[in-house]
């Protein structure tokens, strides 16, 4: 039998399958004592990405590029899988642990930048900021259509009080917003630390204003947000989804702004993405960004400059910062 020592000189492939900042990814342009081959090559279809990463050691990745099973298993060579952002739901981490293969995200990095696109979807929201844009584009000078609220003295909810619902929360409470939250791990120190009623998910849904989720999408967090929570809230209620597509129903989402019940939401993720001819996207109450929570030059160039890091170093000493 032959075996193959890794040698220094030995070539490292690293394939960035989504596109990443080209400031982030500086630390493995300098690397001087691994033999990197950095191949930059974005925006496969999932035949020609598993054509394509056969020999590759390491694979960068953001949302876009789905990390099934079959990819996996296609990757002969793959020992490590980085992901350039927080959620790990594109990538099939138990196939990954079954060949032993590492799995890494960068979960500081784009906090501020999720929680700061949150705070301006709540305020478009309430102020209906899109939809008068649009009008006055198309030549309208309506004042009428677009009265809003304020947030000052309005309850948020937030549900996740992690990274970025933490964020959230200082900056809402900045708004002059009463907040409450619920998280599995929150204790009533935290909460008053923090200013934040600690709730349930009920009392959120039945008190809140403003309702905001940031938890990951999880077998438990899936659907989360349905018809039965819809039904214990406010009429009225305005619901923010800078998380993940899933977290809230979209049809019973769907269902409760045609009723009337849901005054408004505002999404950032869905189900499906590209989410281009959504339902959701028909109704006037719903404004939308394209997944754009953690697509600032900071969050972007962090989240890259945290991933390449952690490949160079799993490449000389065999561990990583987040495995
Ligand atoms: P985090 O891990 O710091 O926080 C998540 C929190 O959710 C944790 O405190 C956890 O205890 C809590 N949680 C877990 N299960 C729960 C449950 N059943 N009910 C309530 N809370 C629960 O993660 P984060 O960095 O704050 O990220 C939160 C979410 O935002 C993730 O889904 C992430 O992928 C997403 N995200 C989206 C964007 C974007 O571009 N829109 C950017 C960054 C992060
Ligand atoms: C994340 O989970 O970090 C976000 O979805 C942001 C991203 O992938 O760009």
Redesign the pocket.
């Known amino acids: 039998m032959v075996t193959k020592e890794t040698t220094a000189t030995d070539v490292i492939k690293v394939f960035i399958a989504d596109p990443l900042s080209e400031d982030g990814i500086y630390p493995l342009r300098e690397e001087k004592d691994l033999n990197l081959e950095i191949i930059i090559d974005t925006g496969n279809s999932k035949e020609e990405l598993i054509e394509k990463i056969k020999d590759v050691d390491a694979l960068i990745v953001r949302s876009a590029t789905k990390v099934t099973r079959e990819v996996i298993e296609a990757a002969k060579k793959l020992k490590l899988i980085g992901r350039a952002?927080?959620?790990v739901d594109n990538i099939d981490l138990q196939a990954a642990t079954e060949r032993g293969i590492i799995v890494v995200n960068a979960?500081d990095g784009?906090?501020n930048s999720?929680a700061e696109?949150t705070i301006a979807m709540m305020t478009s929201l309430a102020r209906h900021i899109p939809q008068a844009y649009l009008s006055l584009k198309n030549g309208k000078w309506d004042r009428k259509s677009f009265v809003g609220v304020e947030l000052k003295n309005k309850t948020l909810g937030i549900?996740?009080?992690?990274?970025?619902?933490t964020e959230v929360a200082y900056r809402a409470k900045g708004q002059r917003m009463n907040v409450m939250a619920?998280?599995?791990?929150l204790t009533e120190e935290r909460a008053q630390e923090l200013g934040v009623t600690k709730s349930t998910v009920d009392e959120i849904c039945k008190e809140a204003d403003f309702i905001t989720v940031?938890?990951?999408?999880?077998p438990?967090?899936k659907n989360?947000i349905n018809k039965e929570k819809f039904d214990l809230m406010k009429p009225g209620v305005r619901i923010i989804n800078?998380?993940?597509g899933g977290i809230i129903n979209e049809d019973d989402l769907y269902d409760a702004i045609v009723e009337g019940k849901v005054a408004g939401a505002a999404l950032?993720?869905f189900v499906e993405e590209p989410a281009v001819g959504h339902k959701l996207l028909d109704l006037p109450q719903v404004i939308a960004t394209p997944?754009?929570?953690?697509s600032t030059v900071e969050a972007q160039e962090s989240v890259a400059i945290d991933v390449s890091k952690d490949i160079i170093k799993y490449f000389k000493t065999g561990t990583v910062t987040n495995p």
Do not use: K, Q, W
């Open positions: 952002g927080v959620g979960p784009n906090t999720a696109h549900i996740g009080l992690g990274r970025i619902g619920y998280d599995p791990f940031h938890t990951p999408l999880l438990e967090t989360m800078c998380a993940r950032d993720v997944h754009l929570g953690a």
